[in-house]
């Protein structure tokens, strides 16, 4: 592939990254899972302290509970897996970064598989819950999941074309000076 066509691949790949909430369970290929997880280990992170562990659930039972504990996430429910990002409580400032910097690149690097994804936040009140579910020890922060799978007919439907949903560059970009 020619720089510029590989350029324009990946413009367009993260122009098409959009949460797609109604998703099948049917599973996934575990090659693209694995992908996906490489592409989540290669994050760079503050200090290169890499403070994540990545849960991949692919567990019905145990998505289904989840939803019903985090329902902001609900849609981890249908989802063929949900990978949680399992983060190192010591400094949040900065872990917070790391988060959502490896919770992107899940979303981006299934983009690229051609597997949709949804962001789900797990509220305060239900981490305890979520970390009791998957095992986690006390001390380890439980608040960012990744729904994966292919979505179903109403979730192909529902998302307006890539460019329209954001505010125009014009509105979101300066140049030189901030005013
Ligand atoms: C920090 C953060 C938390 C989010 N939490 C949720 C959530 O709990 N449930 C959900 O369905 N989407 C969640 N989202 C996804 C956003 O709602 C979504 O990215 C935004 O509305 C843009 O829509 P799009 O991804 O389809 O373009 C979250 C996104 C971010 C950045």
Not at 100 to 124: D, K, Q, Y
Request: aromatic fraction near 4%; include cysteine.
């Amino acid at each position: 592939m020619a720089d510029d066509d590989r350029a324009a691949d990946m413009i367009r790949v993260l122009r098409s990254v959009r949460s797609v909430r109604d998703l099948r369970p049917d599973p996934l290929p575990d090659a693209a899972l694995a992908a996906i997880l490489e592409a989540a280990r290669w994050t760079g992170s503050g200090m290169n302290r890499q403070p994540w562990t990545f849960v991949l659930v692919r567990d019905r039972t145990t998505l289904a509970a989840i939803a019903a504990a985090a329902p902001s996430a609900g849609h981890v429910r249908n989802a063929a897996a949900a990978i949680i990002l399992v983060m190192d409580s010591e400094m949040p400032e900065l872990t917070t970064f790391d988060e959502g910097r490896a919770a992107e690149r899940i979303c981006i690097a299934a983009t690229a598989e051609g597997i949709a994804s949804a962001l789900g936040w797990v509220p305060p009140h239900a981490r305890p819950a979520v970390a009791a579910l998957l095992g986690v020890p006390e001390g380890r922060r439980v608040r960012t999941l990744v729904s994966l799978g292919h979505p179903t007919e109403a979730g192909a439907r529902t998302k307006s074309e890539p460019g329209t949903a954001r505010r125009p560059l014009a509105d979101v970009v300066r140049y030189d000076r901030y005013g």
